[in-house]
Nanobody, 127 residues
């Protein structure tokens, strides 16, 4: 059973930086995808960034491109989300998710294709 544990959220002022971490139990297969989603109050869950574990190819939502960076540490089975120049609009609960794949498939950005989720970590950006 895959378990994902996020950490690193908090309350910061606009313009600050935060780094989220997500530690996965067990091995992450090279064709698997890891992603960060977020959900603000009253809004639907949305993709923030995703990474293909083996190749390191990435996807970013337009709203965070150039400010956020997703990365992974294969030795620690951990994925990170470096968030710079945070804006009040980034306030949300951030979730880590894993899509286990054994065949080479395109990187997924759809929440319904990720069966494993962390508990979420709150990020609050004040103006």
């Amino acid at each position: 059973q895959v378990q994902l544990v996020e950490s690193g959220g908090g309350l910061v002022q606009a313009g600050a930086s935060l780094r989220l971490s997500c530690a996965a139990s067990g091995r992450i297969f090279s064709n698997s995808d890891m992603a960060w989603f977020r959900q603000a109050p009253g809004k639907e869950r949305e993709i923030v960034a995703a990474i293909k574990w083996g190749t390191g190819s990435t996807y970013y939502a337009a709203s965070v491109s150039g400010r956020f960076t997703i990365s992974r540490d294969n030795t620690k089975n951990t994925v990170y989300l470096q968030m710079n120049a945070l804006e009040p609009e980034d306030t949300a609960v951030y979730y880590c998710a894993e899509r286990v794949q054994f065949r080479p498939v395109p990187l997924s950005t759809r929440a319904d294709e990720y069966p494993y989720w962390g508990q979420g970590t709150q990020v609050t950006v004040s103006s």
